[in-house]
Every structure is written in C-alpha cells, then in structure tokens.
C-alpha cells in the first residue's frame, strides 16, 4: 500500500519559530545505541540511553543522503518544529518533543523524542479479529483526546493510522509522527489545503480529490482506526466511487464484518465516516456519542469478534513480566550467516546485545512459537516466502527481512530460541518495518498458515507456564 505524495512545506514560518527545550548538541555527552526502533523512509529510529543511567529516548534519525530534493530537509525541519510547538506545554497523549541535531558533516538529522515502551497500537490489533470492545474504546478516548489537542494549536497530523500510535507501558496512547502533519488554522483562520497526502485506506474523499479541511480529515482517520480496532480489518483500500466496499458502506450495507460491529459503535462510525465534510462528526459529537460514553461492566464480557480461519494459537508477551523473567531464558538467533556491518548512521556506538532480548518484547500479536530445529525453520520460511513472491534477505546481527515489492511492504523477522523448563523452543517475531500496517498482517497470517505444521499447538500453555503473560 503505496503512501500518497508528500505535502512538502507550505508552513515556512513555523521554522525556527521556537526555541529547542533541551540541547542535545554536547558531543561528549556518550550516547548508548539499544535497539532500532523502526524504520522510516529516510533512516532509522533508536532506542538510545544518554550516559550510563540517563533516561531512554528515541531517536529518529535521518539520512540526508537518501534525500531526493531540497524539500525533504524542510519537510523534517517541519517534523521537528511542529513537535516542538506541540510540547509546550505538551499532552499526555502526544509523543513528547525532547531536541533536534543536525550534523551537516555525517549529513544526517537527528530527532530526540520521548520514548513510547509499549509499541506501536498496531501490534495490538489481532489480524480479522481486531481488540476487545472495551480496549478499543479506552484507546479510541486517548485518541480523541490527544487530536483535540493537536487541533487546538491549529496542526492537523494528516496520517493518523494505528502504526503511528504508540503506547507506553502503563497503556498510555501517543500520536507519534508528525512527518505529514501541518498548520491549517493561525489567529483563528482556517486554510483549506490542497496537496493529498497520508496513507490511501486512512485518507478521506476529499484528502484524495485534493481539497480538504483540517479537522474533518483527522476525524476520518480516526473512524478508520476505530473500524480496525473493532474488526482487525481494513475499512477498504480506497474511499473513492471506484472501490465497491467503500460503495457498500455509503448505501449502508450489513455485510460482513459490519454485521458483527456493535449498533452503537456502527452508528458512531457512520457519523465518522461520513462522506460529506460538513456533516461528519466533531469531537463535540464524538464526544456525546452514546458508543464513546458507553460502560463496560466487569460482569459484561464486551464483545470480540472470533477469527474464522488459521485457528493458531497467537500470542503476545504482556507487559510485567520481569518478576518471571528467570523462568524463561532466551536468547536472540543469528540471522543466517553475517554478510555486513550494521548500518548505523551518526550514532556511532555499538548495540548492547547484553540486554535481555524479554525486556525488548513489546506486546505483539504477530509472533508464534516454533518446534523444529532453527535450520528447518530457516529452510521452511524460505520455501514459503518463494511460493508467496517474497524476498528474503538477512539482517545481521539477528533479523531477517522479508520483501513484498509489489505492495512496497517491508517485515523484520526475529528468531529467540528459548528454553522453557528444559525444553528447546523458537519464538518467531515478525514486525512492520515499512509499507501498509494492514498488508504485513495480511502477510503474516499467510506465512503463518504455510507454516502451520511446525507451530506449537501447545504454546501458549508453554508460555504461560514459563511466566509469560498471553495478550488477551
Ligand atoms: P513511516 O514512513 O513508516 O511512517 P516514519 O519515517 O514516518 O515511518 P515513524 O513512524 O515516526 O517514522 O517511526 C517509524 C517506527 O519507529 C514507528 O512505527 C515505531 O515502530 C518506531 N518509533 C518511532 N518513534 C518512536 C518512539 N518515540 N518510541 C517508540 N517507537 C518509536
Ligand atoms: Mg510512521
């Protein structure tokens, strides 16, 4: 799933506006590479310890050289400066602004935010099951609350999608990359912007016809989402008269799997998703909704949909899991063999592989457990990626990445062997790197259905014995 054309800059004057918070110039201030993070277009994101016990931060950090045209520097200046305008005094639910480098010698930019330990929402979301009701409420009020703050100073984010949602620990949901986002509304005064931008299953009709207003744009986004946590589907490719599923849902059609949504969720959708700009819903009207104000007893087992087909067992390491930790021990695999070195950009110290690989586990619910031996794996996954049109490439030191050029998708592949009472086990991991969200999982669930056989059926079990929470 291609993105749509960037919005280069349009808001110049934002730049330099306001003053860094915090400088994070001090060369000699030692910075310690964790982990990569993720993957961006223009480089990579890191997990990053300032001296030996200062706080973690993320960094995501630009490769000027892979920049195409001059825009693109302004275009992540912009990243920055809106980020920037947006922590002062800053929002719970909006990923904090912490610096901005650039170094012009190793020709990269580097931006420091706050890290979020929970991952990204999208690796909560079961692939045509989606989250529990309940969850996807809690989650969609943080959403909502988070863009009434963003719109308050006047930015509209433009690609709210659950990949760009993360989330802390302790359940806290964050916007997170303002790559698209831009200033619609100054002293009062609304623009309407022109240049169709974000990623094409989230955009609304009129962000593809070109002509769009700020908040109802958000607002549509935030619906999608809302379909996605309710169904672990995606609305349609397209909002557009061409996609059938796009027409099925104006004419109001009860097929599946809106046949199995909440009435009162569906009629907040419709009010979401509506077509008209002008009569979508506000956060006024989201607000007094009778879904967002819905209470979900205990008692009440809230709604969650059954997946129909592939019935194994998936799993996700919930958080809290260090009072367990010497139950299981694990150990991260080598990518198959070591062809060359790691690219790490201006952050020049090396991985601390030291780290125990559990306590780099997000709650991610595209991951299995394996019982053959990891050479057998390796050969399996690669059998299989071949008859799916797949490339796969190694990752040294520990990842394997697989290629889907025709949707321009990319996943990263990471193998534990772990030993869980004595018992040999491979935990396969399997992220987004970049590409459509929605078309990994796609990928995941058929690459986990040609490798049905060697996965555990008794996993989950296992992990649980072990001390392993299982994601709900
Ligand atoms: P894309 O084009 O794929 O959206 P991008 O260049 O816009 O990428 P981000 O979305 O900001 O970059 O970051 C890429 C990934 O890095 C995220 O999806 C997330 O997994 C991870 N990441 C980014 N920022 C943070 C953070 N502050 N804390 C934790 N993880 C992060
Ligand atoms: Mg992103």
Not at 286 to 291: A, C, D, G, L, M
Not at 455 to 467: F, H, M, P, Q, R
Request: net charge negative; charged share 25%; glycine share 8%.
């Amino acid at each position: 799933m291609s993105k749509l054309p960037f919005h280069s800059s349009t808001c110049g004057f934002l730049i330099g506006r306001f003053p860094d918070q915090m400088s994070v110039r001090d060369e000699n201030n030692e910075q310690q590479i964790l982990r990569v993070l993720g993957e961006g277009a223009f480089g990579e994101v890191l997990l990053v310890r300032k001296g030996d016990k200062g706080p973690l931060v993320a960094v995501k950090v630009m490769d000027m050289k892979r920049f195409t045209s001059s825009d693109d520097i302004k275009t992540f200046k912009k990243e920055a400066a809106i980020q920037q305008h947006l922590s002062n005094p800053g929002h719970a639910n909006v990923l904090r602004y912490i610096g901005k480098r650039v170094d012009e010698a190793k020709k990269v930019f580097e931006l420091y935010l706050e890290y979020a330990d929970g991952g990204e929402l999208f690796d909560r979301i079961e692939p045509d099951v989606g989250i529990r009701e309940n969850k996807a409420q809690f989650y969609f009020r943080q959403l909502i609350n988070g863009l009434e703050f963003i719109h308050g100073y006047g930015v509209t984010h433009r690609d709210i999608k659950p990949e760009n949602l993360f989330l802390t620990k302790t359940d806290v949901l964050k916007i997170g990359d303002f790559g698209l986002a831009t200033i619609y509304k100054n002293n009062g005064k609304e623009r309407e912007m022109t240049m169709p931008c974000g990623t094409m299953p989230y955009a609304s009709p009129q962000v593809i016809s070109s002509k769009y207003k700020g908040l109802p744009t958000d607002v549509w986004s935030a619906g999608v989402v809302l379909h996605v946590m309710l169904t672990g589907e995606l609305a349609w490719e397209k909002a557009h008269w061409q996609c059938p599923r796009y027409t099925s849902w104006l004419e109001r059609a009860l097929i599946e799997p809106w046949n199995n949504i909440d009435s009162s969720a569906l009629d907040l959708l419709y009010e979401m998703l509506c077509e008209s700009e002008d009569q979508r819903a506000t956060f006024e009207t989201i607000r007094s909704h009778k879904w967002y104000n819905k209470e979900f007893g205990d008692d009440e087992p809230s709604k969650k949909r059954v997946r129909i087909t592939g019935s194994q067992p998936t799993f996700g390491t919930e958080n809290g899991f260090g009072a367990s930790e010497t139950k299981i021990q694990m150990q991260p695999v080598p990518a198959m063999a070591f062809s060359q070195p790691h690219n790490i950009l201006l952050l020049t110290q090396e991985y601390d592989h030291s780290i125990n690989p559990l306590a780099n586990m997000n709650s991610r619910l595209t991951r299995f457990c394996v019982d053959a031996d990891y050479a057998t794996f390796a050969e399996r996954l690669q059998t299989a990626c071949e008859e799916m049109s797949l490339e796969v490439k190694e990752k040294p030191p520990h990842q394997l990445m697989i290629f889907d050029h025709v949707q321009g998708m990319t996943m990263a592949v990471s193998v534990f062997e772990m030993f869980v009472g004595g018992q040999k086990r491979f935990l396969v991991d399997f992220r987004r790197s970049t590409g459509c969200g929605m078309t990994m999982k796609r990928t995941f669930l058929d690459l986990r259905r040609h490798l049905f056989d060697l996965i555990c059926s008794d996993a989950t079990t296992t992990l649980e014995v072990g001390g392993l929470k299982i994601c709900e």
